[in-house]
């Protein structure tokens, strides 16, 4: 796997753009990063569980104000690209997995830190931007700006070459591992998807409307159980509920 | 007003000068600093804009006024770019002498739409929609339905067409709003009942997690309704128990750690990783190999 590093890198730097300079379509979203990295890897179904599974525990890290939140770009695509490395039939898939993220948070980590003190660089671009705006020079904004995103394509390349070389050489480790811890680690990926439903409880779940998730909790429940509503079906029902729900409320707004 | 104070008619914006403006939109966080947020940004949206509606000496000036602290939501702020695009228009329209009140309301307009439009647009934008898009997706990789037949790459394609479907409309149409209503675009934005989506997507949200939950837990069922009712109240217990931590700002990456520290514990303690409720994880019920027994 780790032999495709450059391919990865540069395909984790471009979608590293998105977080915020260009354009913010949300495909620098574990969601997204990870089948796409799993893809190159070869193991594109491993790539789509953890990219959900990402995504849902760090459902809500917004960037609001002046939070730069966790690069999950970097997070998902390195945890992919070195889940893909370890999974071979002695280990059970949820236990690299679950490996592969814990050692790549630190590297997102890094890369979030590296984010702050280019932000802080940007400042002096800001300065010479301005000092070239009144001496009318404003075709320096345009190559200002495609000087930052080079800067930060690089920065992206370098943090993600990075995080896989630093997590090629943390493999040996997970082959260290006594059974015992492996197997925590398997009963972790469980709990992380525990992990993942607080995340979305503590982003959207109020006073207010926590008796509707209880009854929407429960009803689901009967719709499963008894009357064998299960699977795409059950999804594509609660979809549909969602949009009415939703147009409702559009529909109260406007009449009001 | 008297014939000396009359200006010549200057050009107008064109569709393309609109359209590389708005193009322009999609790079205003680029330069995102620390100092003056998004102003680079701005400045940058309005540098077509400029050199069409100003004299060439008069330009930089212009833009140095747009340099000034400036941070909103990257997409509401389509909105506020229309309007001032708008005013700076009718600005040159002018005589001088109301030119610099026109450039004290255009600085007013930002400065007072900024906040708002910074608050709506986080918690439609980061704090519901994009949770709802992700957490769709989730569900719909937990129901195996597009894996067995190797569909799964609709997946990742329905989140970005959900997100950036809304994304798109709201940054395109808040870009044309602002132009066509100038200051009084603040009126405009009610009409899109943003603040209405919110109460019903956060509604709709906890449904796609209440499906979440039962996915989760359902594998489970085949072994008996009692394991399975088991299982379901340690989930809704340990649930609790996590979200109590982030609520009191543990963060997400900490709280992994904490987890799998957990996690652990659970199997260096032989007891507990032998109860049924631990030990048959979320595999499926017929297919399940227990980690220990794959290592041999």
């Not at chain 2, 359209?19 to 947020?37: C, G, I, M």
């Not at chain 2, 600005?91 to 009140?101: D, E, H, N, V, Y």
Request: proline residues 5%; neutral net charge; charged residues 15%.
């Amino acid at each position: 796997m780790m032999h495709d590093w450059f391919l990865l890198s540069l395909v984790l730097a471009l979608l590293s753009l998105d977080i915020s300079a260009v354009g913010q379509f949300m495909v620098a979203r574990p969601i997204v990063v990870g089948p796409v990295i799993g893809m190159l890897t070869g193991h594109f179904e491993l790539g789509l569980g953890m990219g959900a599974l990402i995504e849902l525990i760090w459902i809500g890290d917004v960037p609001v104000g002046a939070h730069l939140p966790l690069d999950l770009c970097v997070l998902s695509g390195v945890a992919v690209a070195f889940a893909s490395e370890l999974t071979t039939a002695k280990y059970p898939p949820e236990a690299a997995m679950t490996y592969a993220i814990g050692v790549a948070i630190p590297l997102a980590a890094l890369s979030t830190q590296v984010e702050i003190l280019l932000r802080k660089f940007h400042v002096r671009w800001v300065h010479f931007a301005q000092r070239m705006a009144l001496n009318n020079h404003l075709k320096t904004f345009e190559w200002i700006n495609l000087v930052v995103i080079l800067e930060l394509f690089l920065k992206g390349f370098l943090m993600a070459v990075l995080g896989l070389t630093l997590a090629h050489f943390s493999a040996g480790l997970f082959q260290m591992f006594p059974a015992k811890v492996i197997e925590g680690l398997y009963y972790a990926h469980w709990l992380l998807l525990a992990l993942g439903c607080s995340a979305v409880i503590d982003l959207v779940v109020e006073k207010k409307n926590f008796l509707f998730l209880v009854l929407s909790v429960a009803s689901i429940l009967c719709l499963a159980l008894i009357g064998q509503v299960q699977g795409i079906w059950l999804v594509t029902l609660v979809l549909m509920a969602g949009l009415i729900i939703t147009l409702f409320f559009l529909g109260k707004g406007e009449n009001a | 007003m008297t014939p000396e104070e009359k200006i010549p008619e200057l050009p107008r914006l064109t569709f393309l000068d609109l359209a590389s403006a708005f193009l322009r939109t999609l790079f205003l966080q680029a330069v995102w600093n620390f100092e003056r947020y998004l102003s680079f940004g701005f400045a940058l949206v309005l540098v077509p804009v400029l050199r069409r509606i100003y004299p060439r000496e008069e330009r930089g000036e212009a833009l140095s006024r747009h340099m000034e602290y400036f941070n909103t939501h990257p997409f509401m702020a389509s909105f506020i770019l229309g309007a001032v695009i708008r005013m700076e228009e009718e600005r040159q329209q002018l005589p001088k002498a109301k030119q610099k009140q026109k450039e004290e309301e255009i600085s007013a307009l930002k400065v007072g739409m900024m906040g708002p439009l910074a608050a709506i647009g986080d918690n439609f934008f980061w704090a519901t929609l994009r949770p709802y898009c992700g957490l769709m997706a989730v569900v719909l990789v937990m129901s195996q339905a597009f894996q067995p037949k190797g569909y799964a790459w609709i997946i990742p394609v329905l989140f970005l067409l959900v997100f950036n479907a809304t994304h798109l409309g709201i940054r395109l149409m808040g870009f044309l709003q602002g132009y066509r209503k100038g200051d009084q675009v603040v009126l405009a934005i009610r009409r899109y009942g943003l603040q209405e989506a919110i109460r019903g997507l956060k509604l709709a949200t906890l449904l796609l997690l209440s499906v979440l939950i039962v996915f989760v837990n359902l594998a489970d069922l085949e072994k008996g309704p009692s394991l399975f009712i088991l299982r379901l109240i340690f989930f809704t217990a340990i649930v609790g128990l996590f979200t109590f931590a982030l609520h009191r700002k543990i963060s997400p990456s900490q709280m992994f750690y904490a987890v799998v520290l957990f996690a652990l514990m659970l199997a260096f303690w032989p007891d507990l990783s032998a109860s049924p409720v631990i030990l048959s994880g979320h595999a499926p019920a017929d297919g399940f190999i227990h980690p220990l027994a794959m290592l041999k």
